[in-house]
């Protein structure tokens, strides 16, 4: 079974400063998707991300970045010229598309505080 | 569109009792899920399904049930309340995997937080 670990509970970072958050996932499959969900105190789950593992070519999306690391099995995000409006829990989640079955996996989540 | 909607906000039930938690999507999404949220513990998956009459387990199971009658709806029952099910409950939809592309973005419902006392 896929299972997806995400280890800084926690993390902070100042105001215009970039941080890097890690997702690291287990499967055998080669053919995947990849995703970061931001979830702000309004509990609204938002779409940051999102990698396609055939895709080479690291996603980005305005500040946001990922370092997608097939290999190794990471999918890491990077923030840059971070604001107070990034901090949130933001959850690394695994889909997969070889298997009869269609689950989507979530890790344990990162607590990203802003510090102005 | 409305988007993936939920109905409670909140719940408050004494064990034992059973209860609907009640999810909708008007985006013609062949996929929806049901996640428990607790801390430290990420969204794990509950129920889900690929269309309508069918539905499959996912990592938590125990003590719900669900059906799927209808692409828009797939509520989620608790049989008999436990505090354990004490949670905040999530519902998502997307195009089935196969539709592939971004298709695969799951959306979510604004959550339900149910307290089991």
């Known amino acids: 079974a896929q299972t997806v670990t995400q280890s800084q509970p926690e993390m902070s970072v100042q105001e215009a400063e970039t941080v890097t958050l890690s997702c690291t996932y287990d499967t055998s499959e080669s053919d995947y998707y990849l995703f970061w969900y931001k979830q702000p105190p309004s509990r609204q789950m938002i779409l940051v991300i999102r990698q396609e593992a055939y895709k080479q070519q690291n996603a980005t999306e305005n500040r946001f970045s990922v370092n997608f690391q097939k290999a190794a099995k990471s999918f890491s995000l990077k923030i840059s010229d971070s604001q107070l409006g990034d901090a949130a829990m933001y959850f690394c989640a695994y889909r997969s598309a070889e298997t009869s079955y269609d689950k989507v996996i979530f890790g344990p989540g990162t607590s990203l505080s802003v510090i102005p | 569109n409305a988007g993936v909607t939920q109905t409670p906000k909140f719940q408050v039930l004494k064990t034992g009792q059973s209860m609907t938690l009640q999810c909708a999507q008007d985006m013609n999404h062949e996929y929806m899920s049901w996640y428990r949220q607790d801390p430290g513990m990420g969204l794990r998956l509950i129920h889900y399904?690929?269309?309508?009459?069918?539905?499959d387990q996912g990592e938590v199971p125990n003590g719900y049930n669900v059906s799927r009658s209808t692409t828009e709806d797939f509520p989620l029952r608790l049989l008999s309340a436990a505090p354990s099910q004490t949670s905040v409950y999530f519902c998502?939809?997307?195009?089935?995997?196969?539709?592939?592309?971004?298709?695969?973005?799951?959306?979510f419902g604004p959550g339900t937080r149910l307290t089991v006392l």
């Open positions: 998502a939809s997307s195009y089935a995997r196969l539709a592939g592309g971004p298709g695969n973005e799951q959306f």
């Open positions: 399904s690929v269309g309508a009459g069918i539905t």
